[in-house]
């Protein structure tokens, strides 16, 4: 963590986006491809996780999906920015 300006650094590996949806969502069809256009523009990991294979998911995310987490941490939801995206994965 840079302690002069409070804020952490950016890591070197690859950034890791989760799709959080289910099947038949058409708002996770459209965020599906924008996740996929900008992963691979910047180079970035992408998983997609599916509610109704994990209760937990179920729990947390069932009035928000699609739901796109970045490196573990909610992005977005809903609708997914591509130039936001983009910026969060520094490119």
């Given at each position: ?15 890791t986006v ?5 099947p ?5 069809d ?11 523009e910047?180079g ?20 928000q ?6 490196d573990?941490?909610?992005?977005t ?15």
């Open positions: 963590m840079d302690v002069m300006f409070g804020r952490t650094k950016k890591k070197s590996d690859p950034r989760t799709l959080i949806g289910r038949g969502c058409h708002l996770c459209d965020a599906r491809v924008v996740v996929e256009s900008v992963c691979a910047t970035a990991l992408w998983e997609e996780k599916d509610i109704t294979q994990d209760e937990e998911l179920y729990r947390a995310y069932w009035e999906i699609p739901v796109v987490l970045v573990g941490e909610q992005h939801f809903w609708r997914v920015d591509a130039a936001r995206l983009r910026r969060e994965l520094g490119g």
